[in-house]
């Protein structure tokens, strides 16, 4: 050690021990370093609750992260399967980022979504990354990104979950764009042009058809306040719906809806028409009574009316012009046409409604002939059969003919289509205790004829005038009287009575075909469904009975009824809402004697805004245990009338899936036999099908299809459907025999 002095100043120096100086400097740089850190840590947590309350103040807090670990078994092994079951489970706990990391991780080892994808052995989920993944999209505001992803879910597999997210990333990215201003419009098949749509028909239950169309998307269709099952918008939907209609107008209303909120209304006006045109054919002139036998003409003249407008009249094969000379509610024409004298004359007149009035009349030269007071009525010639006619003599009232109509009808209506002859003029015609002309039409219509034969001098007495009528009678099932009677200017005639028998035929009795069970659903709720959420409106039991009652209106399959089957399900010591496995199913299936069943569930779920409603259902065959059809719908869950939305939806997409149609068989093999119906005409394994034949009765004459009466001969079941053509098992190999080519088929 050295030490050095300082001069002129008093040098003073302690010896302090090494290890007390190197324990100080320890000490004191310690706390330096403590400080320090302290400060640093203050200035990050200031910093911290600065950049908190500012991005506070600029986006709403997000939701914590929930479900940060994938499922446990996925720890092991990743895959597939486990991907997805990430995803779920991430977006279920609000982690979307983590959550679009595994659905894309999914994506890349297995591409498609699919309902009942294989994972191992007989091990099946349902599988739906894309569906997800547009979903977090929507959550994440990427609008475009998942429209992308649930239309290509969409592509690989149908579900009621893509469809609902698709509309609802549609109507947001409309908003955002505000390109749709535009309300869709409505128009019909079959309507007039004019200021009032309108459509004529004689039908009294009226399929109406129609589309609706948007720039963009039509969400919604509402006819007579009931809401059309729409699931997925599309630019243009057509729609069909029956209609029961009153005699005369029935205005019936329309709305449409896009996704962007515009709304349409329109107004129909179905006009039903059931009574063809009334044609009074005038004498012929009294002029012509001396014009030789060869190649003699002779003017024909009369009237031709309809309420609802006429479309068409032809007389001895021209059409005439049609030239509007109405004082009275509808068309009224005056015709005037030259005839041949000895050769009959047809006529055919055609309303708008497709009502038709048509005939043959004899030889004009017999009607001027067979003018003495007492005479016989000669021939008329009708639909190709010659009728004799009654005696007229002076003393006679209106004589009353009717063109044969079948005595037996497997529709409930029978058109007649005659005419009605008389002296003196034809004040009216009853059918049924139902006037032909009413009282404005009767006022108006007799005197303008009357006029007419005064003009032209053609009226002289014994000369016959004519009225022509077609007319479409309503029968009940049975024996149904037709009671014609006329009126002319001395009196009522006596009425003519016709029967028509109206038989229900086999396949229409048969009515609704499959019997079906439908099981208790159970419900099942998200775990992450807000307590804040209003309850549901209705119970499970309450969902349940919607649904039956929706698919009963279908009218396809025959419902079973509840108590039958509560009865089985306590006998088996089984809980209401309980999970219920196929082969317990097939056992009640069996116990009530039903066909097919449907069990499923009902999934509540949270959109982020309103509750949602999923009905998952499988249509299951009892014989066989297969599943014929998985369908499901899914919808919000804001008001009681959203319950019946789906339940109708569900019904449709069943009924849709199990066609009813007709067919005949084509080829008989030794275990088998084919039809001429194929996957074109939606069949598919395991559909069941009934085998009729004909027993012609050459006394009725009805549509080709059901002719006759119907006799079941056979059942079997789709083995294989190919296009144009499907491979039929008969339940019973000894049918077989009983078969042949041409016998027909209708879906059971």
Known sequence: MSLRFTKGHENQFFVIPAKARTHDLLMENRMERRSEYIKMCIIYLILALGISFISGCAVAERAPCLHDEPPSECRRRYDWECGYRSGLAYARGGCQD?????????IRQNSKDKWMAR????????????????????NQGLIQEAIDELSQSLASA????ATYYLNEARRRWLEGTGL????PCISFSGATDGEDTVIYTSQPVYTIEGEARDDYFVSDIVIQGERLFVDLAQPVISFKRKAALNTGENILHFEATDLAGNRTASRLCVILDQQGPVVMFAPVSSEDEDLSPEGAMTTL?????????MERFIIADEELPLVHEGDIEGDVYEFEKSVPCYSPVTFYALDRAGNATQGVIRPLWDLRQDASPSRSGGIMVCANRVIPLFAMNDADGPVIHVEPCPSMVFEPRVVITGWVESRREILNVWINEESILSRDESEALIPRFRRLLHRYRSYISGD???????????????????????????????????WVEYRVSETERIGRRWSMAILPFNIVREGDMPIFTPPAQGSVAYITEKLRAALFDTGRFRIMERERIDAVMRELNLACGSSIDPNTAVRIGMCIGAEVLLAGSFYEHWDGQNR????????IDVETQEILCIQNIYNHWKEPGDIDFVSKGLSQRLVEEFPLIQGEIVQIHDETFVINLGTEDRLKRGMKLWVYRVREDESTITKPAFAGDLEIIGEGRIEEATRGHSLVLPAHKKALRGLRAGDRVIMK
Do not use: W
Not at 158 to 161: C, K, L
Not at 301 to 309: F, K, L, P, T, W
């Open 119 to 138: 994972t191992y052995g007989m091990h099946f989920i349902d599988y739906f990354p894309h569906r997800e993944l547009g979903i977090v999209y929507l």
């Open 98 to 106: 983590k959550a679009v990391t595994e659905f894309r991780a999914a």
């Open 158 to 161: 149908d579900s009621a979950r």
């Open 612 to 619: 949602c409603l999923e009905i998952y259902a499988r249509l």
């Open 180 to 183: 749709d201003n535009s309300p």
């Open 301 to 309: 003249r009369g009237i031709v009316y309809d309420a609802s407008g």
């Open 464 to 498: 016959v005038i004519r009225f022509s009528f077609t007319r479409t009678i309503p029968l009940e099932e049975g024996k149904n009287p037709i009671t014609i009677y006329a009126q002319d200017s001395k009196g009522i005639s006596p009425p003519r009575s016709v």
